[in-house]
C-alpha cells in the first residue's frame, strides 16, 4: 500500500514531472502516476524533439526547464564520444535537428528528467508509480476525494486520495472521471467570435495524433520490414485536401497550404555544427531526415556511429482518421490500432517505394530502432497528442488574445495574473474534421493563472494542455516548454495554497494573494513577462 500523499499528480509528462518537483521542493509529499514505463511524456515517451521559439537559449523559459536543457546536454558530455569542437559551444545540439535547438534521444531526455527527480525520491517526499492509469474518480461538493489507478502490470487497482489532484494526462483523463467541466474538439466560431474556429462545435473534431519512430540508415544492408496488415489502405490513401496521395514526398505547406515537395537524404554529409535551427527564420521541414535529427554522427569521433539517427515525425504519419477521445472505447482502440499500421506504412513505402535521389525506389537500408524508443515494435511508447480535453476556465485564452493577424506583432494581451510566458505559431495539424492545416501567425504570449482555474471545482488543477485554451489556441499552448512551465506553476500553486490555508481560486481572483504567490514564482526562476530591457 502506499501512502496518502498532500498532492497528487496524474500522469508523468513533461507538465506532470514539472509538477511534481515544484510540490517537491516546496516540501509537499507527492505520489506522480504514468501509464507507460517512462516518465517525460512529449519529449521520451512520445519521442518528440522539442518544438521551441528561438529565443529559448536566452530567455522565455523557466529555470527549471532550462535546467533540464542543460542536463540533457550534459548527458552527451559525459558520456558520448563528441568531437572536442562539438562539446565545446554552450549550445550544443546533440542531433543538429534543425526543428529545435536541442533535438536529442528520448533516452538523454529521460535520464535528465530522472536525476531531477532522484533526490526528492531518495528524501521519500516523492513516489513515482508507472504503469498506472486513471481508471475512476470520485468528486462531490466540488472536489474531488479520491482517484482510483489500475497498475497495468498486475491488473491490481488502488484508490488514493490527496489533498489536491493534478491533471497531467495525455488527454485530461481526470476531467472526464471527475465530471469537471470541460471543452473537447472544435469550439463554435459563435463561442469565441475566433476567425479560425469552424461555424459549428464539434467534440469530435480534434488535431491528428502521430506514433513516431526513429531511422538510422545503413547502405548496402536490407533492413526491409515485414509488410504491415494495412499497406494496401495507406498506399492508395488520398485526402480531399491533399495534393497527392499521403504517402509521397509532395504535402501542403502548413502555412501557404501550397503543394510542396519534401526531399529526402539519409546520412547528408554536411558539417552538423553549421546546422542553425531557427524556425522562425526558415520552417526547416522540406528536408525530411534532417528536420528531427536526434544523432549526428559527424558529431563524434570519426567511427563511433555508421550513421545518423533520424525522428520520423512528418506530415505522412499524422493520422486524423478517427477520433482518440470521446468516440467510445472502441474508437479509441481503433484509432490507435490504424496510427501505428499508418507509420509502419510510411517505413515499409521509404524502404521499398520511395523515390530515391538517384532515380532508383525505395531505402531498403532504413533500420527502425527499437532500442531508441524502448518498444518491441519499433514505434514511439504513446501517440504523440496533440489535443486534450480541457477545463472550462476562470479565463479563456481566444485567437483575440495571441494571432498576430488580430493584435498585431508587438500586441498580445497582458493578463493581471501572470504565471509564465511561451511562444510559438498558432499550429494545427489536420484534422478528424476534415480540417487541413491551420498554421497562423502568434505572438509571444503570458500564461494568465485563471485558464489553470476550473470554474467549479476546488482541488483539481491541470497541469498540461488541458488548461483553458480553445482548439485554436491549443496550437500555441501545447508545446515543451508551455507544458512544463504550466505543470510547475500547477504543483507550486498546489502546495503555496496548503501552506498558506487558501484556495487556488481565491489566490487568483485576490491581487494581494496573487502578488504572494507570483513572488514565490519569480524567486524560482519562473517567467511571467517576456522582457523589456530599460536603462536603470
Not at 526528492?120 to 482517484?147: K, Q
Not at 487497482?157 to 467541466?181: K, P
Not at 534532417?290 to 569521433?301: D, E, Q
Not at 512544463?484 to 487556488?504: F, Q, T, Y
Amino acid at each position: 500500500m502506499t501512502r496518502q500523499p498532500d498532492i497528487l499528480v496524474v500522469g508523468g509528462g513533461l507538465g506532470g514531472v514539472a509538477a511534481a518537483l515544484a510540490a517537491c521542493r516546496a516540501g509537499r509529499t507527492v505520489i506522480l502516476t504514468e501509464e507507460t514505463d517512462w516518465i517525460g511524456g512529449q519529449l521520451t515517451s512520445q519521442a518528440v524533439p522539442p518544438d521551441e521559439h528561438p529565443w529559448v537559449e536566452q530567455f522565455g523559459v523557466t529555470a527549471s526547464y532550462r535546467a533540464l536543457r542543460e542536463a540533457i546536454r550534459d548527458h552527451y558530455r559525459a558520456w558520448y564520444p563528441l568531437r572536442a569542437e562539438a562539446a565545446a559551444p554552450r549550445d550544443l545540439n546533440p542531433g543538429a535537428g534543425r526543428v529545435s535547438k536541442l533535438c536529442a534521444e528520448p533516452r538523454a531526455a529521460l535520464a535528465a528528467l530522472e536525476g531531477m527527480l532522484a533526490p526528492h525520491r531518495s528524501s521519500g517526499r516523492l513516489t513515482v508509480l508507472t504503469e498506472h492509469r486513471p481508471v475512476a474518480a470520485d468528486a462531490g461538493g466540488d472536489r474531488v476525494r479520491s482517484v482510483t489507478l489500475e497498475d497495468l502490470r498486475s491488473g491490481q487497482q488502488r484508490t488514493l486520495t490527496a489533498t489536491y489532484v493534478l491533471d497531467a494526462t495525455e488527454t485530461g483523463e481526470l476531467l472526464e472521471l471527475a465530471g469537471v467541466e470541460h471543452v473537447l474538439g472544435a469550439e463554435s466560431r459563435a463561442e469565441h467570435s475566433e476567425p479560425h474556429a469552424p461555424q459549428k462545435a464539434d467534440p469530435l473534431n480534434q488535431q491528428g495524433i502521430t506514433f513516431c519512430f526513429a531511422l538510422s540508415h545503413h547502405e548496402g544492408e536490407d533492413h526491409t520490414i515485414d509488410k504491415p496488415a494495412d499497406y494496401d489502405f495507406w498506399r492508395s490513401y488520398r485526402p480531399d485536401f491533399w495534393p497527392g496521395p499521403l504517402l509521397g514526398f509532395l504535402a501542403p505547406d502548413p502555412r501557404s497550404l501550397e503543394a510542396v515537395p519534401r526531399t529526402f537524404v539519409p546520412n547528408p554529409d554536411i558539417d552538423p555544427l553549421d546546422v542553425t535551427a531557427d524556425q522562425s527564420a526558415d520552417a526547416g521541414d522540406k528536408e525530411l531526415f534532417g528536420f528531427r535529427r536526434i544523432l549526428a554522427r559527424k558529431l563524434h569521433r570519426e567511427g563511433a556511429f555508421d550513421s545518423d539517427v533520424t525522428l520520423v515525425n512528418w506530415p505522412l504519419n499524422d493520422y486524423w482518421l478517427k477520433p482518440l477521445i470521446g468516440g467510445g472505447e472502441q474508437t479509441t482502440a481503433e484509432a490507435l490500432h490504424e496510427a501505428r499500421q499508418l507509420s509502419l506504412s510510411v517505413l515499409y513505402w521509404l524502404q521499398t517505394e520511395a523515390p530515391r535521389p538517384d532515380g532508383g525506389a525505395g531505402f531498403p537500408g532504413l533500420r527502425l530502432r527499437p532500442d531508441i524508443t524502448g518498444t518491441a515494435d519499433g514505434l514511439a511508447k504513446a501517440p504523440y497528442v496533440r489535443e486534450s480535453r480541457r477545463i472550462k476556465a476562470v479565463t479563456t485564452v481566444t485567437e483575440h488574445d495571441v494571432a498576430t493577424e488580430i493584435v498585431g506583432p508587438s500586441g498580445g494581451t497582458r493578463y493581471r495574473d501572470p504565471v509564465g510566458i511561451g511562444s510559438y505559431r498558432i499550429d494545427l495539424h489536420p484534422s478528424t474534421g476534415g480540417d487541413n492545416y491551420i498554421d497562423i501567425g502568434s505572438v509571444p504570449f503570458e500564461i494568465p493563472l485563471g485558464a489553470l482555474i476550473p470554474r467549479r471545482t476546488r482541488n483539481l488543477l491541470p497541469a498540461g494542455k488541458n488548461i483553458g485554451t480553445t482548439h485554436i489556441t491549443n496550437g500555441c499552448y501545447r508545446l515543451h516548454p508551455v507544458e512544463w512551465n504550466i505543470g510547475e506553476v500547477a504543483g507550486a500553486l498546489a502546495a503555496h495554497c496548503l501552506d498558506e490555508g487558501v484556495e487556488p481560486h481565491e489566490v487568483q481572483a485576490d491581487d494581494k494573494r496573487f502578488d504572494v504567490f507570483a513572488a514565490l514564482l519569480d524567486r524560482s526562476g519562473v517567467e511571467r513577462h517576456w522582457p523589456q530591457v530599460r536603462g536603470y
